[in-house]
């Protein structure tokens, strides 16, 4: 293979055809590729967007501020700070699984088995705590089944080569299948206090929940924006096969990004049986569908390599404020899946019409 050898670019000169003003007319000097030509005219100063700032999940954001204006004047109850502290309870646990199911959307796949693992998490935890084991064991026992489930679904995805969409649903009738036999699909009570008090105490005033949520959302955050691993995920999402011959490795980023999706779903069951009290064999049912709309709402797309961690959780933060409002406003709640619903068509739309617009423009 020949070496390329750095050369320092130089003043060139090209002959155009030869006008009336004289030969040094017909002389064209071209800058050099680290010059900017000079313009007759200034151009025109670009205004900065809602979009340049807050990038893609600006839509979300707008959404989110309107949705809280408009009940802060319907209702007088929802600025309230019984209200707020249920609200921010409510959408901790769909942000924690959103801002996971967010890492495999990146990377153009899907985990539609976090609901179910959530719930054979949590029930397994509330099983061991009920049988005596200490409560830190028991905590760690419950997010590793989590792990343990996400790492397979990774290695159904990258060695097995079936589709996210196959591996994950088989995943989501198998775990919870596991946990509706384990518990003999009876909820599991009697996990102590102490415990309890993890998804239920405060700490200033603010619930523990909302905090575990805005951590775990920054880790991820500063994963995605300022760590090298976080650059793989969305190289794997825009082009698998470019990543690779770049150096990516391809194969442990997936595993990586469906482990971490299950550990999420792991965290996010055991902080729910925390918050209930109780194991709940049947906890988490729907809970998938509600972290990909989450995501899709707060601007990811579902062909990879789009979207954000602080997007993920202001989408189930929107979806959260749409459903504690249509409590207050005693709004029927299937009216409210037909709002989601919309939301999704739209950001989706959105997405494909802005897609379309870069691509005519590039």
């Given at each position: 293979?020949?070496?390329?050898?750095?050369?320092?670019?130089?003043?060139?000169?090209?002959?155009?055809?030869?006008?009336?003003?004289?030969?040094?007319?017909?002389?064209?000097?071209?800058?050099?590729?680290?010059?900017t030509p000079q313009l007759?005219?200034?151009?025109?100063?670009?205004?900065?967007?809602?979009?340049?700032?807050?990038?893609?999940?600006?839509?979300?954001?707008?959404?989110?501020?309107?949705?809280?204006?408009?009940?802060?004047?319907?209702?007088?109850?929802?600025?309230?700070?019984?209200?707020?502290?249920?609200?921010?309870?409510?959408?901790?646990?769909?942000?924690?699984?959103?801002?996971?199911?967010?890492?495999?959307?990146?990377?153009?796949?899907?985990?539609?088995?976090?609901?179910?693992?959530?719930?054979?998490?949590?029930?397994?935890?509330?099983?061991?705590?009920?049988?005596?084991?200490?409560?830190?064991?028991?905590?760690?026992?419950?997010?590793?089944?989590?792990?343990?489930?996400?790492?397979?679904?990774?290695?159904?995805?990258?060695?097995?080569?079936?589709?996210?969409?196959?591996?994950?649903?088989?995943?989501?009738?198998?775990?919870?299948?596991?946990?509706?036999?384990?518990?003999?699909?009876?909820?599991?009570?009697?996990?102590?206090?102490?415990?309890?008090?993890?998804?239920?105490?405060?700490?200033?005033?603010?619930?523990?929940?909302?905090?575990?949520?805005?951590?775990?959302?920054?880790?991820?955050?500063?994963?995605?924006?300022?760590?090298?691993?976080?650059?793989?995920?969305?190289?794997?999402?825009?082009?698998?096969?470019?990543?690779?011959?770049?150096?990516?490795?391809?194969?442990?980023?997936?595993?990586?990004?469906?482990?971490?999706?299950?550990?999420?779903?792991?965290?996010?069951?055991?902080?729910?049986?925390?918050?209930?009290?109780?194991?709940?064999?049947?906890?988490?049912?729907?809970?998938?569908?509600?972290?990909?709309?989450?995501?899709?709402?707060?601007?990811?797309?579902?062909?990879?390599?789009?979207?954000?961690?602080?997007?993920?959780?202001?989408?189930?933060?929107?979806?959260?404020?749409?459903?504690?409002?249509?409590?207050?406003?005693?709004?029927?709640?299937?009216?409210?899946?037909?709002?989601?619903?919309?939301?999704?068509?739209?950001?989706?739309?959105?997405?494909?019409l802005n897609a379309r617009?870069?691509?005519?423009?590039?």
């Amino acid at each position: 293979m020949p070496k390329l050898i750095w050369r320092e670019p130089i003043e060139t000169t090209t002959i155009v055809n030869r006008p009336a003003g004289g030969a040094e007319a017909g002389l064209k000097t071209v800058p050099t590729p680290g010059e900017t030509p000079q313009l007759k005219t200034e151009a025109r100063r670009r205004v900065l967007t809602l979009g340049d700032i807050a990038g893609r999940e600006s839509g979300g954001l707008v959404v989110l501020l309107v949705a809280v204006g408009a009940l802060t004047l319907a209702s007088d109850e929802f600025l309230t700070a019984n209200n707020l502290a249920n609200l921010a309870r409510q959408v901790a646990i769909f942000g924690i699984i959103a801002v996971g199911q967010l890492l495999v959307i990146l990377t153009a796949g899907i985990d539609l088995s976090v609901g179910s693992v959530l719930g054979l998490s949590g029930a397994s935890t509330a099983q061991l705590l009920v049988a005596g084991m200490p409560i830190l064991p028991s905590i760690l026992l419950g997010v590793g089944i989590g792990t343990g489930l996400g790492i397979v679904n990774g290695l159904l995805v990258t060695r097995a080569l079936l589709p996210p969409f196959i591996a994950t649903l088989g995943m989501l009738g198998i775990a919870r299948g596991m946990v509706l036999l384990s518990t003999d699909a009876q909820t599991i009570q009697g996990v102590p206090e102490a415990f309890q008090i993890i998804a239920n105490g405060t700490i200033l005033g603010i619930p523990n929940l909302l905090i575990i949520a805005v951590a775990v959302t920054a880790v991820m955050w500063f994963a995605l924006t300022r760590t090298v691993f976080g650059r793989y995920i969305y190289a794997v999402g825009s082009n698998p096969e470019s990543a690779r011959l770049a150096g990516v490795p391809v194969r442990l980023v997936t595993i990586s990004v469906y482990m971490i999706s299950g550990t999420l779903a792991g965290l996010g069951g055991v902080l729910l049986a925390s918050r209930l009290g109780a194991g709940i064999p049947t906890a988490g049912t729907g809970f998938e569908l509600s972290a990909i709309a989450a995501c899709v709402i707060g601007g990811a797309s579902l062909f990879g390599a789009k979207g954000s961690a602080i997007g993920a959780f202001t989408g189930a933060l929107i979806m959260g404020v749409l459903n504690n409002g249509g409590n207050l406003l005693a709004i029927n709640a299937f009216y409210l899946q037909i709002a989601i619903g919309v939301l999704i068509l739209v950001a989706v739309g959105f997405d494909q019409l802005n897609a379309r617009r870069s691509a005519a423009s590039g």
